[in-house]
């Protein structure tokens, strides 16, 4: 059994119970021997915090807990640090919501525009996370679940020394939703950027499923986040392959954008909401294991993938998780320094992306690379607050383009967000 130390950064996130409840359930693998709980907002921190070391009492796991706000004393000694920070909290997703909508442009919290802002306010506090990382424990694991995680993951693989891997609960809900249907023995060609990914072959013994499926109208479950719009069946025979949840912003904008501008509350706002409620809940002193509710918030199975990843790596496992990496090869159409999210082999060294051969559906190919080349326009414009790399970022992605709406829209957000961006120079 492997002892560890963990850090968790934004531990007043109303997910951590659910990290928590995951190291639970794999400590016949894992022994936790410190586990750091940081979080600037001192009240979520103890509420959260409170309810996380009663899960690890019932479960009579003896480990040192520390809760602080203090970055450094948090990394101090840690093989792992998990970061899911939301900077400016649910407020400023609202505002990345709200504001687009103005413009008619999708507001959402990963991709678009407002996927943007959240990037580049992010960034700075990562950067200096990084930084911190490579000061005080240098051998640790980077696992980031912050959104936009493969902007986040771009990041940190291409600017820093530090050693990371970027996470998302979409893939291996993806995953076992199909594998509810055809078995486990299938071998599944998964493909694409985080929220940009497509499932584009299966194959049982030899045999293409992929069509068979299509037709019988199977499609993964929605992620809890979405407002479920569904694929044409057109569209899926036309793109040859399964997509994720979050496409349906691409496929299924306009409808997007209606719901948008018809439902009362933005996704923020309820998210505010259930936040609220879960903290009520954790409160409670007689709570000491994960809530129900906490599923609605988007983040099903999250601990199974933040635990399964860090057991890998932590035990040399040698089993395939998808991941965000670099690409190194694995796609020959993209570059290699390229983060993408891929399957990939997991052993104490990190993860090798599995090579897939012979690619051939053009239009997955094309979508991935304009919005890789977004996500890197982003970066830049993160690093160096660079006006121009947002604004070439925002004219390429497929849910922005328009010059008026983007300029116009972008100048708002900038104003709003104006305190998370210290990269960037202002008028006034």
Not at 57 to 68: G, N, S
Not at 386 to 408: N, Q, R, Y
Request: charged letters at 25%; glycine letters at 6%.
């Amino acid at each position: 059994m492997k002892e560890i130390t963990v850090a968790v950064i934004g531990s007043g996130s109303t997910y951590c119970p659910e990290l928590v409840d995951g190291f639970l359930k794999a400590s016949d693998s894992l022994k936790l021997k410190k586990i750091s709980f940081m979080d600037i907002d001192e009240r979520k921190r103890t509420i959260v915090g409170d309810l996380c070391v009663r899960m690890l009492k019932k479960a009579e796991v003896d480990c040192e807990v520390v809760m602080t706000d203090d970055l450094d004393l948090a990394l101090q000694g840690a093989d792992f640090v998990v970061t899911q920070i939301r900077v400016g909290m649910l407020q400023a997703r609202y505002l990345d919501e709200s504001i687009p909508r103005k413009y008619d442009l999708i507001g959402q919290e990963t991709t678009g525009i407002g996927g943007m802002f959240k990037a580049l306010r992010t960034i700075p506090v990562i950067k200096h996370i990084c930084d911190r990382i490579e000061a005080i424990c240098p051998n640790a694991w980077l696992i980031n679940f912050t959104n936009p995680s493969g902007i986040i993951t771009e990041f940190v693989l291409n600017n820093t020394n530090v050693k990371n891997i970027g996470l998302c609960n979409v893939p291996i809900d993806m995953l076992d939703d199909v594998k509810e249907i055809t078995g486990d023995d299938v071998d599944i060609t998964y493909v694409g950027l985080n929220h940009l990914s497509w499932i584009s072959s299966i194959k049982k013994e030899g045999k293409e499923l992929l069509p068979g499926l299509i037709e019988s109208g199977f499609s993964p479950k929605v992620m809890a986040n979405i407002k479920d719009d569904g694929f044409d069946l057109e569209c899926l025979r036309a793109i040859h392959g399964i997509p994720s949840s979050y496409l349906q912003y691409y496929y299924c904008r306009n409808a997007k954008l209606e719901h948008q501008r018809s439902d009362p509350k933005t996704r923020a706002q309820v998210c505010m909401e259930i936040e609220e409620q879960l903290l009520e809940m954790y409160k409670d002193e007689t709570l000491c294991i994960k809530p129900a509710l906490l599923d609605k918030r988007g983040g099903h199975k999250y601990s199974l993938a933040a635990v399964s990843l860090i057991n890998s790596l932590a035990n040399d496992v040698g089993d395939i998780q998808v991941v965000n990496v670099k690409n190194n090869g694995a796609l020959d159409f993209m570059d290699d320094d390229d983060v993408i999210e891929a399957p990939c082999y997991i052993t104490a060294e990190g993860a090798k992306p599995i090579k897939v051969e012979n690619f051939d559906n053009e239009h997955m190919i094309a979508l991935m690379r304009v919005v890789k080349a977004y996500e890197k326009y982003t970066v830049e414009a993160a690093v160096t607050g660079s006006d121009a790399a947002a604004i070439k970022g925002m004219l390429v992605h497929p849910l922005i383009g328009d010059w008026e709406k983007a300029t116009k829209c972008y100048e708002e957000l900038k104003q709003a967000h104006r305190k998370y961006l210290p990269e960037f120079k202002f008028d006034d």
